[in-house]
């Protein structure tokens, strides 16, 4: 079955610590993509980062990097150097390919803190 | 600019009412999302499209309706079925063979 947890619900960091959002993920597929997005109090969801199954390199943006292991099933986020503007909820989500296009699943997400 | 709308961005409802809520976007994609997210929670389906005049069941799709007439528009209506609709609503949408999905700011939806 497919499944996204991530099990941290709010985290709280003072700013310029690093802090890592970890997604463990479940599937019985061999071709899937993870993802994460941001959700600023605004509330709309930002795309920041697709993954598919076959690339498990890590990427760094900026101050944010992933770490995708198939090993453990994970797909975590860390951020650099965190500022007051990275508030926000996180999400990371997994999607498969069925009969009616892609299915995409969210987890519950975690709620960052940064303090100035 | 390119970019996914939604309207209203809060809508009240009072018992017994159907309200409908506005999706449009003018990326060119073919498919079409609706999710419900309540508090503290992730988001959760309730239908998609992935071609005009077509569209399936999520996970929760009962007490709401869809229609997909136009590839811009994707219109949600909550109907009277639904006993606990309030919740944030947010639209999203796919180029047709690409999993990456992009949403719009949401709505927000009020029960009185």
Same mark, same amino acid.
Request: aromatic content about 14%; glycine content about 8%; overall charge neutral.
């Given at each position: 079955?497919?499944?996204?947890?991530q099990?941290?619900?709010?985290?709280?960091v003072?700013e310029?610590?690093?802090?890592t959002?970890?997604?463990?993920?479940?599937?019985?597929?061999?071709?899937?993509?993870?993802?994460?997005?941001?959700?600023?109090?605004?509330?709309?969801?930002?795309?920041?980062?697709?993954?598919?199954?076959?690339?498990?390199?890590n990427?760094?943006?900026?101050r944010?990097?992933?770490?995708?292991?198939?090993?453990?099933?994970?797909?975590?986020?860390?951020i650099?150097?965190?500022?007051?503007?990275?508030?926000?909820?996180?999400?990371?989500?997994?999607?498969?390919?069925?009969?009616?296009?892609?299915?995409?699943?969210?987890?519950?997400?975690?709620?960052?803190?940064?303090?100035? | 600019?390119?970019?996914?709308?939604?309207?209203?961005?809060?809508?009240f409802?009072?018992?017994?009412?159907?309200?409908?809520?506005s999706?449009?976007?003018?990326?060119?994609?073919?498919?079409?999302?609706?999710?419900?997210?309540?508090?503290g929670?992730?988001?959760?389906?309730?239908?998609?499209?992935?071609? !005009?005049?077509?569209? =399936? &069941?999520?996970?929760? $799709?009962?007490?709401?309706?869809? @229609?997909?007439?136009?590839?811009?528009?994707?219109?949600?209506? !909550?109907?009277?079925? =639904? &006993?606990?609709?309030? $919740?944030?609503?947010?639209?999203? @949408?796919?180029?047709?063979?690409?999993?990456?999905?992009?949403?719009?700011?949401?709505?927000?939806?009020l029960?009185?």
């Amino acid at each position: 079955a497919q499944k996204v947890t991530q099990a941290q619900t709010e985290i709280s960091v003072v700013e310029k610590e690093d802090v890592t959002l970890d997604c463990v993920y479940e599937t019985r597929d061999t071709t899937y993509y993870l993802f994460w997005y941001k959700q600023p109090p605004s509330g709309e969801l930002v795309f920041l980062i697709r993954r598919n199954s076959f690339d498990e390199q890590n990427e760094i943006s900026g101050r944010y990097s992933w770490n995708f292991q198939k090993s453990t099933s994970s797909f975590n986020f860390t951020i650099t150097a965190s500022q007051v503007v990275d508030s926000a909820v996180y999400f990371c989500a997994l999607s498969e390919v069925n009969t009616g296009g892609f299915k995409t699943i969210f987890g519950a997400g975690t709620r960052l803190f940064v303090k100035a | 600019d390119g970019g996914i709308t939604q309207s209203p961005k809060y809508l009240f409802r009072k018992e017994g009412q159907n309200v409908t809520l506005s999706c449009e976007q003018n990326l060119n994609h073919d498919a079409m999302y609706w999710y419900r997210q309540d508090p503290g929670q992730g988001l959760r389906l309730i239908y998609y499209s992935q071609i !005009v005049n077509d569209f =399936q &069941k999520g996970d929760i $799709a009962e007490g709401y309706s869809v @229609s997909r007439e136009k590839k811009e528009s994707f219109p949600l209506t !909550v109907t009277s079925a =639904q &006993k606990n609709p309030t $919740a944030f609503y947010l639209c999203a @949408s796919s180029p047709r063979g690409r999993e990456t999905q992009y949403f719009g700011p949401g709505t927000r939806l009020l029960v009185l």
